[in-house]
């Protein structure tokens, strides 16, 4: 069974710094997203990658298939990046059943 | 910009009545899913949809739940006899390949 680990569970920043949210997995998987919830709940798909890196605008996401490890990287922190980050995984070709971590809450202070 | 649609955003019933939350996938969109989210847990797979049947299912979705493709645009989770359990925000998601696509989620309050 595939376990989704991220760390930190909380993070606080200034606004301006470098951030950066890991996750981790335990079994071999066909690919890995990033998804962003906002308070009121909805989910946002930022990333979904099965090798190497990609970036859109502030947003890095990157993975180490070996490693079985990702990391989300946002540059230049905002306020309005403040949210709850979560890694997903999905394994055996299903084009379903991703597996959740439990989030990473980032708080951005102006 | 198209989207996944949720109705209701907000359903409040009585243990034991059926609820029937309703969401329009993308149009051209092949796969849907539901998940739910415990309020303060993770979010959870409940099933998949491909070419009108069930492509995979989790072991919260048991007899109480079903799921339908009425017409070409609705995508339906019906759970038959609610238990106060069953309180959670419930997203349906569409993807054409690997990316998934949420909707806002409906809130059910089971009392």
């Known amino acids: 069974k595939n376990e989704v680990e991220q760390s930190p569970q909380n993070l606080t920043a200034q606004e301006g710094e470098f951030i950066t949210i890991n996750c981790s997995y335990s079994v071999g998987i066909s690919a890995l997203h990033w998804l962003q919830q906002h308070p009121g709940g909805g989910i946002v798909s930022l990333f979904m990658l099965s090798s190497g890196k990609k970036k859109h605008g502030r947003l890095i996401a990157t993975i180490n298939i070996q490693e079985k490890h990702s990391s989300l990287h946002i540059t230049a922190s905002h306020p309005r990046d403040s949210a709850v980050y979560i890694c997903a995984v999905g394994y055996g070709g299903s084009q379903g059943n991703l597996i959740f971590g439990k989030g990473t809450k980032l708080s951005v202070k102006p | 910009e198209p989207e996944v649609t949720q109705t209701p955003s907000h359903q409040v019933t009585q243990m034991g009545q059926e609820v029937i939350l309703r969401c329009v996938p993308i149009?051209?969109?092949?796969?849907f899913y539901w998940y739910r989210q415990i309020l303060g847990q993770k979010v959870e797979f409940l099933v998949s949809f491909y070419n009108n049947e069930i492509s995979e299912k989790s072991e919260i979705f048991d007899d109480q739940f079903s799921v339908e493709r009425p017409d070409g645009s609705n995508f339906t989770l019906k759970i038959r006899s609610t238990k106060l359990e069953d309180s959670a925000m419930y997203f349906c998601a569409s993807s054409l390949i690997g990316e998934q696509f949420f909707g806002p989620g409906t809130r059910l309050t089971v009392l």
């Open positions: 149009s051209n969109h092949l796969y």
